[in-house]
């Protein structure tokens, strides 16, 4: 079993910057995916970067070269956002997986506003 708590969010103006935590635990020995995904209303969920096999790093069109996902150890992720944008107005979540297997784990989400 894998809890994961994200953490960073708030309110934040157009051009700023804000930096998403997500803090692991449990067995976690089998993940080798770790990505942030964030939905806003009336919207799909959508992936926005992801680390596969803890070096290989992917991002979604609508935030590359504005993003950065990272990691300092197994137990906790970042996204660190840049330049925010009103559509990035979204709940971020923290996504875990085994691919292997097909656990998937997801945190609460945290909630990130970019507005004037």
């Known amino acids: 079993q894998v809890q994961l708590v994200e953490s960073g969010g708030g309110l934040v103006h157009p051009g700023g910057s804000l930096r998403l935590s997500c803090a692991a635990s449990?067995?976690?020995?089998?993940?080798?995916?770790m990505g942030w995904y964030r939905q806003a209303p009336g919207k799909e969920r959508e992936l926005v970067a992801q680390?596969?096999?803890?070096?290989?790093t992917k991002y979604s069109n609508a935030v590359k070269g504005r993003f950065i996902i990272s990691k300092d150890s197994a137990h906790t992720v970042y996204l660190q956002m840049n330049s925010l944008k009103p559509e990035d107005t979204a709940d971020y979540f923290c996504n875990f997986r085994d691919t292997l297997y097909g656990d998937s784990y997801w945190g609460q989400g945290t909630q990130v506003t970019v507005s004037s």
């Open positions: 449990g067995n976690i020995l089998k993940i080798n995916s």
């Open positions: 680390i596969v096999s803890g070096r290989n």
